[in-house]
């Protein structure tokens, strides 16, 4: 850190770098200052009443959720990556599926298998006369923990199949076991990774709506909504969203201290790995099995089988339309929040100054606030910029609204592996750039950034997969007669129609199944590189 | 790298400063295309209501450019546009909502004689800054096989000891509740009503989860014995021809209760002009249609709404509940009261 502050560059061009990406700071700050600029009449009703019971609720659901995940997400990556067994080559990329799940769907899915009427536990009470029942706050940890792990998995199984090997095969020299090398050296030196994905799973967590609603969990999220739509209080509603953004900035920070003792990537060549005969390998098999099964086959031929039965009133051409549009806005979103990150990674490199590290990390804080507070936030700047401009039409409901919405609130998608990118690149090199005379943005046009391009790639492909996935923000900003496959779910399950939503939820997953499998290509590439 | 790559690299800040200004070109701009058209803003998913557009554009020769979206936020977007909004025309389904956006400032006043004769005053707003398009009743479905009708007068009766562990309803979140809620505090004060909230929830089976149509398919399970639900979702239900609902079908019945001395606790779907319209007298046009008759059996056919056009038939499988008489309560006290029904629900306990 020391050495890149020493390489502050003189020009103007990192404070012009913040500067540019400053617009994304504004729907934030419009959540942030609430307290001084909204009335909230409610607001001691929402402190008293509301505040403390979704707030415990909320912590007990990020708990059991992250714990879970991490769990299920550090286990298979150690298993696929440490051991060979039957099936581990197709459990390898598989276990990545559920990424292309979207919470919401994931949880409906469930509650009509495993719910009070669900279709699994009416057969399960006939045989047995026990009804099994998820919908409840342990049971939405299970499910979200089940669609979630692989964004501790896809880290973890990175570190855990390159750069490990020199550390492992000394831990084996010494005479460790396999639990004991795994818990005594591997655990600790994939900390960062898991605790990265673990932060990513948090957040996801935080800003749900839908799954939360449905499974009747109060949630600061939920609390948003009913000081919004029930006690008709935005200013209230604001606020609750500071509280969460205060939230993740302390989960930030815990996660930063992770980091810490951050071991530097090595150039170590790939792990070799241990076979597993017999019961041991079917043992192995059989846990990633259920994770898959659970996590992905399940709810995914649930879809299937709705749709099937809906198949003769599907109507294709809106969904195909939909599904065009999904896969234009997501392409179009992704190429924008990566250049915005590039842009902030260039300051955060380059740039002088504590307050420009400040602003960089505070402008990834979107990705936790939900997107219909966002969209607030999106709204009021764009309304303002109205006013200003003095145009004869609002820019609110234009794509371009809709695009730079999903650049504020997937920030920190693109951003942190771009950061971390950076970070492994040497410092000497930009040195050595700069003392040949080149220019700090030369320096990262030729030197920095022909080297992240793999990871430029993975940034600009998480980030399509999440605005495949997000449904709020698309809800309230798109333009009229706009479908996208996420909106065309949600006007099917909005009129508790959820066989008709099938056939739409099921292409949201078949589309991210592409940019999924490019993502575990990415990461696979880079644990062996 | 090579040239092209590095030109894209070093000119994309002004492209993307450019971004904002790219505009979707499907309608929804500034209103002086050579074809007519009406820009809406609608809280009603329903394929009925698409149906009907169509059939309008196919009638007038008026495009019509929709949002769907939740109340608050189509409120929210209506707000932060201002007088730039393109929003010709406001659909909610909540009358609360309505009183809401007129309250804001949102809503133009339509004089309109054929809307007037149409739409029963109670039913609309006394200045015409909305019309009410189609009304649903929040009543309760029972286990046939366990309950008898009488037993089910008033929603008051739901307090009762014998409904101990018996009854559902989905959480005090939903708009439904709230505005059942609202209306029992217009009629009998805040603290009246939050002794019946407390009462009711005393008396659930389970905490609230799912929405109606999960009550519905609970009561058909045994997990409860009366759910309370919206008229129209009932039924769908009971139209229906899903097998796996079947037994649901033959379980439930439905009790329209009162409010004590008035009527059925009702609330109406409806719309009104936006306040910066720029095409006011296609919004007219539209609003007019949809409480034609045509419009309005549509409505109480496809969606097994009750339709607000007199002289325009109830659909028969809701004729079958019972004769509704709808509460004669102002429907603008459901958004007047709303945010004290949620305090109420809340404190009450009513998950």
Request: net charge positive; charged share 20%; aromatic share 6%.
């Amino acid at each position: 850190m020391a050495t890149r502050r020493s390489l502050g560059a003189r020009g103007i061009a990192p404070g012009a770098a913040v500067l540019l990406a400053l617009p994304v700071l504004a729907p934030l700050l419009v959540v942030l200052t609430a307290p001084w600029h909204a009335r909230a009449v409610e607001w001691p009703h929402v402190w008293r009443t509301i505040i403390p019971a979704h707030t415990s609720e909320t912590l007990l659901l990020l708990g059991g959720t992250v714990f879970l995940a991490t769990a299920l997400g550090t286990g298979c990556a150690w298993l696929v990556a440490a051991f060979d067994f039957p099936g581990r080559r197709i459990f390898r990329w598989a276990l990545v599926l559920p990424l292309t799940v979207p919470t919401y769907i994931g949880a409906i899915t469930y509650a009509a298998l495993l719910g009070p009427t669900g279709s699994i536990s009416l057969q399960v009470h006939a045989a047995t006369g026990w009804r099994p029942d998820i919908v409840d706050l342990p049971g939405l940890c299970v499910v979200l923990g089940l669609v979630l792990y692989p964004y501790v998995y896809l880290p973890a199984r990175a570190v855990f199949s390159g750069g490990l090997r020199d550390a492992l095969d000394a831990a084996r020299l010494l005479g460790a076991r396999g639990v004991r090398r795994f818990r005594a050296v591997a655990l600790p030196l994939a900390r960062p990774a898991i605790a990265g994905g673990a932060l990513l799973v948090a957040m996801e967590t935080l800003n749900d709506y839908g799954a939360v609603k449905f499974y009747g969990i109060r949630t600061l999220t939920t609390a948003i909504f009913q000081s919004w739509g029930g006690l008709y209080d935005l200013g209230s509603a604001l606020r609750i969203g500071g509280l969460l953004l205060g939230l993740v900035a302390l989960l930030l920070l815990l996660e930063r201290r992770s980091r810490r003792h951050r071991r530097q990537a090595t150039e170590d060549p790939a792990l070799q790995r241990t076979p597993l005969r017999g019961a041991r390998g079917s043992a192995a098999a059989t846990a990633c099995g259920l994770v898959l099964g659970l996590g992905f086959v399940l709810p995914a031929v649930k879809l299937l089988g709705d749709a099937w039965s809906v198949l003769p009133r599907w109507e294709a051409a809106t969904d195909l339309l939909a599904l065009g549009r999904t896969v234009g806005v997501a392409g179009a979103a992704a190429a924008a929040t990566l250049l915005l990150a590039l842009l902030l990674s260039f300051a955060w490199r380059h740039g002088r100054g504590p307050w420009v590290q400040a602003l960089v990390q505070a402008s990834g804080l979107g990705y936790a606030i939900p997107g219909a507070v966002i969209a607030v936030g999106v709204m009021t700047a764009a309304g303002g910029l109205d006013r200003a401009l003095g145009l004869p039409f609002t820019l609110i409901g234009s794509i371009g609204v809709l695009v730079y919405a999903f650049a504020v609130r997937f920030l920190a998608v693109a951003l942190h592996p771009v950061q971390g990118g950076l970070a492994r690149q040497s410092i000497a090199q930009d040195e050595a750039a700069r003392m040949l005379g080149a220019s700090p943005v030369r320096t990262y046009l030729r030197i920095n950034l022909p080297a992240l391009r793999p990871v430029m790639l993975a940034a600009l492909v998480l980030v399509a997969i999440d605005v495949i996935k997000e449904l709020p923000l698309t809800l309230i900003l798109r333009p009229f007669d706009f479908d996208t496959l996420s909106t065309r779910v949600f006007e099917q399950a909005r009129i508790e129609a959820m066989e008709a939503a099938a056939p739409p939820a099921l292409l949201i997953v078949l589309c991210g199944l592409v940019p999924v499998l490019v993502l575990d290509r990415l990461a696979e590439r880079r644990a062996q590189a | 790298m090579p040239k092209h790559m590095s030109v894209l690299l070093n000119s994309w800040p002004i492209l993307l400063l450019l971004l904002p200004l790219v505009r979707c070109s499907d309608g929804g701009s500034t209103g002086n295309e050579a074809s007519r058209q009406v820009n809406v803003y609608s809280h009603r998913h329903y394929d009925t209501d698409k149906a009907l557009f169509d059939a309008f554009t196919r009638a007038t020769g008026i495009e019509v450019n929709l949002v769907l979206a939740d109340d608050n936020e189509v409120l929210a977007r209506l707000e932060r546009e201002g007088e730039r909004s393109p929003c010709d025309l406001l659909i909610t389904s909540d009358a609360g909502r309505l009183g809401q956006a007129r309250m804001r400032g949102l809503l133009r006043p339509v004089r309109s004689a054929l809307l007037d004769s149409v739409v029963p005053a109670a039913l609309r707003d006394p200045e015409g800054h909305w019309y009410g398009l189609t009304m649903r009743a929040r009543v309760l479905a029972y286990n046939r096989n366990k309950v008898r009708a009488e037993e089910l007068p008033t929603y008051q009766a739901l307090t009762a000891p014998q409904w101990k562990g018996r009854l559902l309803a989905r959480s005090s979140e939903n708009l439904y509740n709230q505005s059942l809620m609202a209306a029992f505090v217009a009629h009998y004060g805040p603290d009246s009503a939050q002794a019946w909230a407390r009462g009711v929830a005393a008396n659930f089976a389970r905490d609230p989860k799912g929405g109606d149509t999960d009550q519905l398919l609970a009561l058909a399970e045994g997990i409860g014995d009366v759910a309370l639900a919206n008229s129209y979702y009932i039924g769908k239900l009971m139209s229906g021809d899903e097998p796996e609902r079947a037994r649901a079908r033959e379980v439930i019945a439905v009790a329209l209760p009162t409010m004590g001395g008035s009527g059925t606790h009702v609330n109406v779907s409806g719309a009104g002009v936006a306040r910066h319209a720029r095409h006011e007298a296609e919004a007219i046009a539209l609003l007019e249609f949809l409480l034609g008759a045509e419009a309005q059996r549509a409505f109480a056919e496809g969606n097994k709404e009750y339709p607000v056009r007199r002289g325009v038939a109830v659909d028969p499988v809701l004729e079958s509940f019972g004769t509704l008489t709808p509460d004669t309560l102002d429907l603008a006290q459901l958004g007047l009261n709303n945010a004290t029904a949620v305090k109420l629900l809340q404190a009450a306990g009513w998950r």
